[in-house]
């Protein structure tokens, strides 16, 4: 598994996760400014005329200046409180509203089975043993449907439930 390297702006504010391809593109095109951190991978190059190997070192931290900007975000993270506005503290197995302390994430397709932690694989759920095998039940016959799902907070003066 090769190792992600953090990108910080120069004022040392986190962008992005890089992954060692883009960090040595940084590093060759004298990008990154300054570093932090031990090095995570060292990329080995081609062989030059006086017969030496190249090769370059990546730090687990870098900063780095120049044209390059922080990839624009198009979601939101994926917050528990985040989630709960959405889904509006509602279960989706039984649609009833429930305080934030027993509701809980959970996965449509388990990231056990290969799925992700993205808000188009997340509903809410009610956090009780009781619920679980009739939602497990429930859980396996819900078609949702193949789309992106929008992140529209609440507005202000709307209640949520719970």
């Not at 687990?60 to 709960?84: D, M, S, W």
């Amino acid at each position: 598994m090769h190792a992600q390297i953090l990108r910080l702006n120069l004022a040392g504010q986190p962008l992005e996760w890089l992954s060692w391809e883009e960090a040595a593109c940084l590093y060759v095109r004298d990008l990154v400014t300054w570093t932090l951190g031990g090095i995570v991978q060292t990329v080995h190059g081609g062989i030059n005329r006086q017969g030496e190997r190249s090769k370059l070192d990546l730090a687990a931290i870098i900063a780095c200046g120049g044209e390059r900007l922080a990839r624009p975000r198009t979601r939101p993270p994926l917050t528990n409180r985040a989630l709960f506005a959405r889904d509006r503290h509602l279960c989706l197995y039984c649609g009833n509203g429930f305080p934030i302390r027993e509701l809980t994430r959970d996965h449509v397709h388990p990231v056990s089975k290969g799925g992700r932690d993205i808000w188009e694989n997340v509903v809410l759920y009610l956090n009780c043993v009781k619920v679980l095998p009739v939602a497990l039940f429930l859980k396996n016959r819900i078609v949702l449907p193949n789309v992106r799902v929008s992140y529209f907070p609440l507005q202000k003066g709307e209640a949520s439930p719970g």
